[in-house]
C-alpha cells in the first residue's frame, strides 16, 4: 500500500450503504478496512476495491473486540483518519412484542456500536493530530420510521442515540475530530430487495419523495466522501439527511 | 485557489464545473466572493452581481462576469437571469442566492423598528432569493436539472446574535423558501438547499458585530464552538460546492449548519 495513504475503517461495510461507502472511499484514494459479520460478502466487497483492503471479522456490539479491530488496524496502516460507523440491524418488532433481549441487542448494534469505535479511534485520531468520524444514523430518528416492515421504535430509539452522541462528542473532540451523522432515507439496498418493501417504497417514492425516486447506497457514499475529504471543514456536530426530501408520512 | 476537497496526501475527490453556469448574487465580497472564486477555480462560468462596482472589480479578476444590480429591482434582477441564459445559450446550472444581510442596521427594540427597515432587510434576503429563483427556475425545469443554494444563516435556525427583528424573520424564510422550493421543483430534477452559516467576519457590518463583544465576548464565542474558531468564507464556500456537486444528488431540501459545532 502507499505510505501516505489515509485510512478508513467501514464498520458494516460488506453490503448495502456500508459497501457503496468502501468502494467510494477506496475510489477517493483510502485504504479500507471493513468490519463485518458477513465474511462471504466482506470478501468479495474487499476483492472489489483491491489490495489495500482489511477484512476483520467481527460483532460491533462487542466493546473488548473494537479495542483488538482498530489495534489491528493501526498495526497494519499505521494510522486511521476516517472512522465510518454505518453496521446496524432492523428491528421490525413493536413495543407490545419485543423481548428484553432483543431491544437490548437492537440498542447494542446500532448505538453502543457507535461508541464502541468511537471509544477505540479516538486515541488513535487524538495522537495523530486529526480525524474524521461520521456516524450512520436514519431518517428513523426523525420520522418514527415510514418502513414499518424495516424497523420500528427500538431502532428509532437507537438511531436517534446516534444523533444525541454526535452532537455531544463534537464538543468533547474538538477542534482535533470531526463527527457527524448521516441519515439516509429509502435506499435501495439487498435489505430493501423484499417484495414488500420494493412495492412500499415505490409508492413512497412516488408519493412522498421530491426527486420521485428511491436513493442509492451511492448517493449516501457521496457525501460519506465529502466529509471524509472536505478540506478545510468547517462542519462538525451535525445531521445529513439524505432522503431526496420525503415528506413526514 | 478554490474547493478541491481533499484529505491531505492520501484521500482526495476533485470535483469539477467545467461547462457549468453558475449565477451568484451578492458576489462583491465575504462569502460571495469566495463562492465566486471557489467555482471559477472549478471550471465553472460564473455570473455575479452586487450592488458595488468597486467590489465587484475585485471579484471580476477571478474571471468572473460581473453586473451591477439591485435586487430590490425585480425587473432588473428578472432581465440579468434572462441575459445570462442568452449568453450560455441555455438553463442557468447553478443558482446561488448569497446577497442578504442587515443593510448597515442597528438593533432597536420592536416598537421602534420603521417600515422602511423591516421591508429593506426582507427584500434583501428572502425577496431577492425569491425573485432569482423565480427567474431562473422555468429554464432549469426544461432542463431537467438545476441546482439551487441558498444562505441562510444560523439565525435563521434561531434567535440572532445580530439582534435584528427583520434579519431573524428574514433568514428564517430563505430556510422556508427552500423546503417549499425543493418540494415543488424537486420532481424536475432540480434540487433545493441551504447552506447556514455561524458567524464569520466577512465584512464591515460583521466586524461591528465582532468588536462590539469585547475580548471577553469574542473569547466565549470561539469557546462554544466545538471547533475553536470562527468560520471563513472558504468554509462556507466549500459547503456550497458540495449541494451544487454530483456528490449532493439525493441530497435535497437540507439545511446545512457551518459553524464548527455548537
Known amino acids: ?249 | 485557489m478554490g474547493s478541491r476537497l481533499r484529505g491531505n496526501d492520501g484521500g482526495r475527490m476533485d470535483i469539477r464545473f467545467d461547462a457549468k453556469t453558475v449565477v451568484l448574487s451578492g458576489a462583491g465580497h465575504g462569502f460571495g466572493r469566495a463562492i465566486a472564486e471557489s467555482f471559477a477555480g472549478l471550471g465553472a462560468r460564473v455570473f455575479g452581481c452586487d450592488l458595488s462596482a468597486r467590489e465587484l472589480a475585485e471579484t471580476a479578476k477571478a474571471g468572473v462576469s460581473t453586473q451591477v444590480i439591485d435586487l430590490t429591482d425585480r425587473a432588473a434582477s428578472a432581465d440579468w437571469i434572462k441575459r445570462v441564459e442568452d449568453a450560455v445559450g441555455g438553463a442557468v446550472d447553478v443558482l446561488v442566492n448569497n446577497a442578504g444581510g442587515v443593510a448597515g442596521q442597528e438593533p432597536h427594540p420592536i416598537e421602534e423598528v420603521g417600515d422602511a427597515d423591516w421591508d429593506r432587510i426582507l427584500a434583501i434576503n428572502v425577496g431577492a432569493a425569491f425573485v432569482l429563483s423565480r427567474a431562473a427556475a422555468p429554464a432549469m425545469k426544461r432542463a431537467g436539472h438545476g441546482r439551487i443554494v441558498n444562505i441562510s444563516s444560523g439565525a435563521g435556525l434561531q434567535a440572532s446574535l445580530t439582534g435584528i427583528q427583520a434579519y431573524c424573520a428574514a433568514k428564517h424564510a430563505v430556510i422556508g423558501l427552500t423546503r417549499q422550493l425543493a418540494h415543488e421543483l424537486g420532481p424536475f430534477g432540480i434540487t433545493v438547499n441551504s447552506v447556514a452559516p455561524g458567524f464569520v467576519r466577512t465584512n464591515e457590518a460583521t466586524e461591528k458585530q465582532w468588536a462590539s463583544y469585547g475580548a471577553a465576548g469574542q473569547e466565549a464565542l470561539v469557546r462554544g464552538i466545538a471547533m475553536k474558531r470562527l468560520g471563513t468564507a472558504q468554509d462556507i464556500a466549500n459547503a456550497v460546492i458540495f449541494f451544487a456537486s454530483d456528490l449532493a444528488g439525493f441530497v435535497n431540501g437540507q439545511i446545512l449548519q457551518v459553524d464548527g459545532g455548537k
Open chain 1, 1 to 249: 500500500m502507499m505510505a501516505d495513504a489515509r485510512v478508513a475503517i467501514v464498520t458494516g461495510g460488506a453490503r448495502g450503504i456500508g459497501r457503496g461507502c468502501a468502494l467510494a472511499l477506496a475510489r477517493a484514494g483510502y485504504a479500507i478496512a471493513l468490519i463485518d459479520v458477513l465474511a462471504p460478502e466482506m470478501e468479495r466487497t474487499a476483492a472489489e476495491i483491491g489490495p489495500a483492503t482489511m477484512c476483520i471479522h467481527a460483532d460491533v456490539a462487542d466493546f473488548t473486540r473494537a479495542q483488538q479491530v482498530v489495534a489491528e488496524v493501526r498495526d497494519r496502516f499505521g494510522r486511521i483518519d476516517f472512522l465510518l460507523n454505518n453496521a446496524g440491524r432492523p428491528m421490525p418488532k413493536g413495543l407490545l412484542e419485543i423481548t428484553e433481549a432483543e431491544f437490548d441487542e437492537t440498542i447494542a448494534v446500532n448505538l453502543k456500536s457507535c461508541f464502541n469505535y468511537i471509544r477505540a479511534v479516538a486515541p488513535v485520531m487524538l495522537a495523530q493530530g486529526g480525524g474524521r468520524i461520521a456516524s450512520m444514523s436514519s431518517l428513523n430518528a426523525h420520522s418514527g420510521g415510514v418502513t414499518a416492515a424495516l424497523s420500528r421504535f427500538a431502532y428509532a430509539s437507537a438511531k436517534a442515540g446516534i444523533l444525541g452522541m454526535t452532537r455531544a462528542l463534537a464538543k468533547e473532540l474538538g477542534p482535533t475530530i470531526l463527527i457527524n451523522a448521516i441519515c439516509p432515507g429509502l435506499i435501495q439496498t439487498e435489505l430493501a430487495k423484499n417484495p414488500v418493501i420494493v412495492e412500499r417504497g415505490t409508492q413512497i417514492a412516488r408519493d412522498g419523495i421530491a426527486l420521485h425516486r428511491m436513493g442509492s447506497p451511492d448517493d449516501v457514499a457521496q457525501l460519506v466522501v465529502f466529509l471524509a475529504t472536505c478540506e478545510p471543514c468547517f462542519i462538525t456536530g451535525q445531521d445529513f439527511k439524505v432522503d431526496g426530501f420525503q415528506y413526514n408520512m
